[in-house]
């Protein structure tokens, strides 16, 4: 299970990088326009924004499941391993709830720009698939927190996430 997820996490983070790469394009592309020949890319700002939010949700995605977040365990580390587990677990849960809410939340945005057509300025171009882009992040983002939730409540994964990262990601100690 965790190789399935490891492959599902690098092509989030295959996804997520072609988009930042399309949003830098974009942006360069729009400012060379801009100041040497007076025409920006039509459309840039609201394309690169949407873009940008849906690269940050496909990037949670990966954050989902390596645990790859700021945390503070002042609290924890008097515990036992088991109840530093089961707190992890806890925590990992209210992110779900709120990661799902964030889904319920989205869907209903992207519906939205569907049925009102709503369209970018200058091209005209429907928004709601960039939206779906976004939520789409958002629902990989469900199936990561989920697998460490599980992985996490079974002991297959180790509390601290550091740990987690496959090899190459982690910095060599001298």
């Not at 997820?5 to 983070?13: H, L, M, Q, T």
């Not at 990992?92 to 945005?109: I, T, Y």
Request: net charge positive; aromatic share 10%; charged share 15%.
């Amino acid at each position: 299970m965790d190789r399935v997820i490891r492959k599902f996490c690098y092509a989030v983070e295959t996804i997520a990088a072609v988009l930042i790469a399309c949003v830098t394009l974009l942006i360069v592309a729009s400012a060379i326009g801009r100041y040497l020949v007076a025409a920006p890319v039509p459309d840039a700002f609201d394309i690169s924004r949407l873009l940008l939010g849906a690269c940050m949700m496909w990037g949670f995605a990966v954050v989902g499941y390596r645990g790859g977040h700021i945390a503070v365990d002042l609290f924890t580390l008097g515990l036992p391993e088991s109840g530093r587990r089961w707190i992890e677990v806890f925590a990992w849960l209210v992110l779900l709830f709120f990661v799902a809410l964030l889904v319920w939340k989205m869907q209903a945005r992207v519906h939205s720009a569907w049925r009102s057509n709503e369209a970018t300025f200058d091209l005209r171009i429907p928004v709601w698939p960039l939206l779906g882009l976004i939520w789409l992040g958002a629902v990989a983002s469900l199936g990561t927190i989920s697998a460490r939730i599980f992985m996490l409540a079974t002991a297959r994964a180790p509390i601290e996430p550091e740990a987690d990262a496959p090899a190459s990601d982690r910095s060599v100690q001298p």
